[in-house]
């Protein structure tokens, strides 16, 4: 890499971040300005509603709010309160994603609202997934605003992401159409916990999505989560139906999601299920939230995972949240030669031609078009 | 002359077996839930309930409860003039079914009676906009009683947890209270089945949202637990002049009752079961399902009565019911 490369990406997050930040740093709108009617419930009997977003299908009374805490009945009408509504906004790699195929070496421009549909008891990001919108701080950011300033600032994506965007669904699809129209693509950063009807049209709008299993077995989906498997399983299949780039993070828990059973019977449906080439992320747990009892993961637990999944077939199996960790970097499924190198969320070289392996021709899966050519 | 008896055999053989033999069993003190109810108390329509009826109503169920010799004295054992006193109300349902604004004017003259100083009196809820719904005036001037939301007061930024738990708690509870009556209001809820004294503490916690799944259990008793409700809670005061025995929590008239009464106790385990057989009670006369048919018996409250929680009892046999 030369000097001119590494400046680029090393100094590229940080300018770009402290000016979106500036540019953010404008006074908030009133609530109206936030509300819309939300796009996904039923009509019930008594002014009351239910929720057909996510799987978990709310009930809410007049005045009430779903689990998620952002939508809300007024009068048997359901709005959501977190359109334009945001209280995150970062300039990313897209490798912190992580979204290792899909334009390597690009940024994202990424946001987040308040509010999530489950409650993970290892969130990083609580503060905000967890609270109500009015508990944080927001800015008015509509999306022909967020378009522009994914341009402004170089990115390639706009990302969703650090809390749910199943829950800010009806911005989410608003903002990728104004990116589309702008030329700027879209990722989604998801557990999802979603229904079918926005799940496709959440696909129809946006380019990848990446979605966080939390484990393979109901139990810990019950106790740790909040949530259920069996919705996020067929999330996985519905995307690979629809054409949609995924690739999926599994955070390695330790005792809790870390068995060797629970490991091989991911990888076997990964791959009977979506096939091999689905990229599969092992990521290093960090004590947070409500699991500050456990420790880090052990980096052997991780390969060990790694090691099962390869040993099943999966072609794409990464460690994260590791930096310098070999298996951060792409190989080729055919000549075993590096096609991406990363340390961190940092690309250091690419060695893919029109998406495939410049060695042996080998076609990688991915979104290619846009990666930074180093 | 009296006779100095010493020690006998007779009276040494006495003292060691009483001393031996197993003390009778303690009783365990009862739970005591007051109801004190007014038939007129609260007229026909949507007039307010009679404000000196109602101070009656309170004055009894209080005297009762603590025993005293007269209502201030028993005001006088609930808080120190000295302690800021925190009334938390429920006004999630505005006018038609939060608590009563006279039912909360009287506690605020009593209290004041009683050597609180108006200062040091604050009504709060979750939102500044449903206390205003509810009819209270919002205001957080220091030098008269205080009606703030939590959305105004703010949260703690650092995590209170027990069990299942994991919340940011109201300054308003944790800063500003040394003491806490709770007024909930006696109403059925959709979801965990019934609202009263415990549930109405999801008004101190940031995302109560997150903790109405399996019926609230046990999600309700851990939210409790929390150190300062549990410490500051002293006295519950249920509005139940028109409760709701269906369709709850939102207002809906057609489901209310003129119970014409209000609930009190020192025990919100021991209000909450009783308040709950009131509500099965109206159910079956009306012909409707009882809870557990529709996977909403509050569990709840068995949880929090429970050797983990030890928040109260839900024994009817450990609750002694008192109406007058």
Known sequence: M???????????????????????????????????????????????????????????????????GVRENRGGTYYSLVYSRVCAAHVDPIEK??????????????????????NCKMCQNWEISQSRPEQVENTYLPPKNVAALAQQYHCYSIAYTYSEPVVFSEYVMDTAEAGRSSGVKSVVISGGYIQEEPLKQLCRRVDAIKVDLKAFSDKFYKEVVNGELKPILDTLVSIRKLG?????????????????????????????????DVPLHFSQFHPEYLLKNLPLTPVPTLERAKAICDAEGLHYVYIGNIPGNPAENTYCPKCRRVLVERVGFEVRAIHLNRGKCQYCQQVIPGVWDGLLHL | MDRNPGTSRRNLLRACFAAALPAPAAVPPKS????????????????????????????????????????????????????????KVNCLSGRGNSTNTVL????????????????????????NSDLEAAGFPVSSRQDRIRYIGNDAAGYETDLAIYGSVGSLLSTTLTRTCDAVVNLPVLKDHGIVGVTMALKNLFGAINNPNKYHTNAGDPYVADVNMLPPIRQKVRLTICDAIAPQY?????????????????????????LDYIGWRIIEQKRA??????????????????TAADPQHRLGTNDPNLIEKVEI
Not at chain 2, 51 to 76: E, H, N
């Open chain 1, 97 to 118: 994603k992580p979204l290792f195929h899909f334009a390597p070496g690009t940024m994202a421009f990424s946001i987040a609202t308040a509010g999530c549909n489950v």
């Open chain 1, 2 to 68: 030369d000097r001119r490369a590494f400046l680029k990406t090393a100094t590229l997050p940080c300018l770009a971040a402290c000016a979106a930040e500036r540019a953010l740093a404008m006074p908030a709108a009133n609530d109206a300005q936030f509300t819309i009617e939300a796009r996904f419930y039923e009509k019930l009997p008594y002014k009351k509603i239910k929720c057909k977003l996510c799987p978990r299908e709310c009930v809410i009374d007049d005045h009430e709010r779903g689990y998620c």
């Open chain 2, 104 to 127: 909360v004017e009287a506690v605020c003259e009593r209290l004041q009676q009683a050597g609180i100083p108006r200062a040091n009196i604050v009504v709060w809820d979750r939102l």
């Open chain 2, 246 to 270: 269906e369709g709850g929590p939102s207002y809906m008239p057609q489901w209310s009752w003129p119970f014409n009464g209000i609930l009190t106790s020192r025990d919100p385990v021991a």
């Open chain 1, 244 to 276: 949609t780039w995924n690739e999926i993070v599994y955070l390695v828990i330790p005792t809790l999601n870390d068995s060797d059973q629970e490991f091989k019977s991911l990888a076997r449906w990964v791959k009977t299920e979506l096939g091999p």
């Open chain 2, 285 to 302: 006369e009306k012909g409707i399902e009882p809870l557990r048919n529709l996977k909403r018996e509050p569990a709840y409250i068995a």
């Open chain 2, 32 to 87: 005591r839930v007051v109801i004190s109810r007014d038939p007129s108390l609260h007229p026909p329509g949507p007039r307010s309930p009679d404000s000196a009826r109602l101070l009656t109503v309170l004055d009894r169920a209080i005297q009762s409860l603590y025993d005293a010799d007269s209502p201030i004295a028993a005001w006088k054992r609930i808080a120190r003039p000295t302690e800021v006193v925190g009334l």
